[in-house]
């Protein structure tokens, strides 16, 4: 399961998403729900000074090692819950999330270590799949959820992101919800932004 979510994650489709935010990371950059790494070749390395990467052990950590000793990036890999973060308080200027607040199991609560690791108006960059905001696409990820969870290990089709990232203490500074339009709506939702730590 691991090394399927690391080729699904890393198909053009969704590499294009993840360009559209992980180049606007500057300053001291936590990534949560590193995986194996994939968002690495688009750090913008003049903006970032430093990056620590989150996830627990699922099996990647060595992909996401060796992702990193390939890059010039100054960049370390903590495996930890991003539930519970080992890192002090106000240490990153941006927290850098992509397609892992649908899987991560208690999300409100990362989001709050996010917030909280975070510097005074620190930045929060996400690139997610998430809950459609179609009626009748809505009503699809929800009755999918629970088997779709049970086969895809734990990720949720019907999470409302920005919902959840506003109600962790932030306010949007960009906020662009898309259908990627192949045909996938129930997993091609994508919510995609900027939010600055209030
Ligand atoms: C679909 S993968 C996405 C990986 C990567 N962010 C990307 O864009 O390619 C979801 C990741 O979230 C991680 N994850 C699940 N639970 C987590 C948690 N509690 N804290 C941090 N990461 C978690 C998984 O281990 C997995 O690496």
Same mark, same amino acid.
């Given at each position: 399961?691991?090394?399927?979510?690391?080729?699904?994650?890393?198909?053009?489709?969704?590499?294009?998403?993840?360009?559209?935010?992980?180049?606007?990371?500057?300053?001291?950059?936590? +990534?949560? #729900?590193? #995986?194996?790494?994939?968002?690495?070749?688009?750090?913008?390395?003049?903006?970032?000074?430093?990056? &620590?990467?989150?996830?627990?052990?699922?099996?990647?950590?060595?992909?996401?090692?060796?992702?990193? =000793?390939?890059?010039?990036?100054? %960049? +370390?890999?903590?495996?930890?819950?991003?539930?519970?973060?080992?890192?002090?308080?106000?240490?990153?200027?941006?927290?850098?999330?992509?397609?892992?607040? !649908?899987?991560?199991?208690?999300?409100? /609560? =990362?989001?709050? +270590?996010?917030?909280?690791?975070?510097?005074?108006?620190?930045?929060?960059?996400?690139?997610?799949?998430?809950? /459609?905001?179609? %009626?009748?696409?809505?009503?699809?990820?929800?009755? !999918?959820?629970?088997?779709?969870?049970?086969?895809?290990?734990?990720?949720?089709?019907?999470?409302?992101? #920005? /919902?959840?990232?506003?109600?962790?203490?932030?306010?949007? +500074?960009?906020?662009? &919800?898309?259908?990627?339009?192949?045909?996938?709506?129930?997993?091609?939702?994508?919510?995609? #932004?900027? =939010?600055?730590?209030?």
């Amino acid at each position: 399961m691991p090394i399927g979510v690391h080729l699904i994650c890393g198909l053009p489709v969704v590499t294009r998403q993840r360009a559209r935010v992980v180049p606007l990371a500057s300053g001291d950059v936590v +990534e949560i #729900g590193f #995986g194996s790494g994939l968002n690495l070749p688009h750090y913008d390395r003049a903006n970032v000074r430093s990056l &620590i990467g989150i996830n627990p052990d699922d099996g990647l950590p060595h992909l996401a090692r060796r992702a990193i =000793a390939r890059q010039d990036l100054p %960049a +370390e890999l903590l495996v930890e819950s991003a539930e519970a973060m080992s890192l002090s308080s106000g240490v990153a200027d941006t927290v850098v999330v992509t397609y892992s607040l !649908c899987s991560i199991p208690d999300v409100l /609560s =990362a989001l709050a +270590e996010a917030h909280r690791i975070l510097r005074p108006h620190g930045r929060l960059l996400f690139c997610e799949h998430g809950l /459609s905001p179609k %009626a009748h696409i809505a009503r699809l990820q929800h009755w !999918c959820n629970a088997p779709w969870r049970a086969l895809a290990a734990g990720c949720h089709l019907d999470r409302d992101t #920005g /919902s959840l990232i506003r109600l962790a203490g932030f306010e949007m +500074e960009r906020y662009d &919800i898309y259908d990627l339009g192949f045909g996938t709506r129930i997993l091609g939702t994508h919510h995609v #932004g900027v =939010a600055r730590k209030r």
